[in-house]
């Protein structure tokens, strides 16, 4: 792309020091040869309005945002996309030439992207989907599956209100089930996605019994610290197709990237292997 200043973009969260998306968006930068930057920023929640207006004067072309400050940006914005709408977050930003903002929502492509990238012989409409969690990772799993025309969508999580709200705005093509029942509905899913933080790097065990697991399911984990859960590990025993959740990081990425610097990247084995470096 031509240009007269060098575009910079990066990624807003408190905390910031994990993100893997400097080192994911240099990557991509590198590979074009593309002159511009991209930079994680620690921003306190009191903060953040001032800084988001304060950067398409810096030249920031746009950022992507993260907890937790995905809710509070949209009322920051001038516009937010419908998919934002829908999901209640933003995750990503764009600076236009206006001077105005508009927020975004990628999580939802990210996931069903990397989920079609996976296991490509996934029908949509093969069989109920049981997804385990109800929290701002979820809403963007149930908007792009219900979107992707799943017939069913069976919901647990460990505090089952949360996933009652869920059903109350997303519809009856919800099914909400007590967390205690969790190892039950599994045995329904053609699909199986862990939305909890359960089974990360440092967080409790998923301690959901996974016996009754399809072998023609296909089962995806959020989580990509570490790459391949206990969940995925399991699901792989048994015969399942197991999708892991660094592709939905870079799928997310994907439009963000474009929209700033004028390339659509791709996600390949170079750009997994980068972040895995």
Same mark, same amino acid.
């Given at each position: 792309?031509?240009?007269? $200043?060098? *575009? ?6 408190? *905390?910031?020091?994990?993100? $893997? ?34 950067? #398409? ?12 400050? $995905? %809710? ?15 999901? @209640? ?13 508009? =927020? ?15 296991? *490509?012989?996934?029908? #949509?409409?093969?069989? #109920? ?13 149930? =908007? ?6 799943? *017939? ?18 997303? @519809? ?16 329904? @899913? ?12 440092? $967080? ?7 016996? @009754? ?11 990509? =610290?570490?790459?391949?859960? %206990?969940?995925?590990?399991?699901? %792989? ?27 659509? #990247? ?12």
């Amino acid at each position: 792309m031509t240009m007269t $200043k060098i *575009p910079l973009a990066g990624v807003i969260g408190c *905390p910031i020091a994990q993100s $893997k998306s400097p080192q994911l968006h240099r990557h991509w930068l590198q590979q074009h040869g593309i002159a511009g930057h991209y930079i994680p920023m620690h921003v306190e929640p009191e903060d953040l309005a001032d800084a988001i207006r304060m950067m #398409p004067k810096m030249g920031f072309v746009g950022a992507n945002v993260t907890i937790p400050h $995905k %809710e509070a940006v949209m009322d920051i914005a001038d516009q937010v996309t419908d998919r934002a709408k829908v999901i @209640g977050a933003a995750n990503t930003l764009i600076f236009r030439e206006d001077g105005s903002i508009l =927020a975004d929502n990628t999580d939802g492509y990210g996931f069903i992207t990397n989920l079609h990238q996976g296991a *490509p012989n996934w029908d #949509p409409q093969s069989g #109920p989907a049981v997804v385990l969690g109800a929290g701002g990772a979820c809403r963007a799993v149930v =908007a792009s599956l219900l979107e992707a025309g799943v *017939p069913e969508i069976l919901l647990t999580n460990r505090t089952r209100e949360r996933a009652e709200q869920l059903r109350s705005e997303f @519809g009856d093509r919800i099914r909400v089930e007590d967390w205690i029942q969790a190892g039950n509905i599994i045995e329904e @899913g053609a699909l199986v996605v862990n939305t909890t933080s359960l089974g990360m790097t440092g $967080k409790p065990r998923l301690r959901v019994p996974l016996d @009754g697991l399809r072998q023609d399911a296909v089962v995806t984990d959020l989580i990509y =610290a570490p790459l391949k859960t %206990e969940l995925l590990s399991y699901a %792989e025993e048994v015969g399942c197709t197991v999708v892991d959740g660094l592709g939905m990081l870079l799928h997310q990425a994907v439009p963000g990237f474009e929209r700033w610097f004028g390339v659509r #990247p791709e996600v390949d084995a170079d750009t997994r292997a980068a972040l895995l470096a």
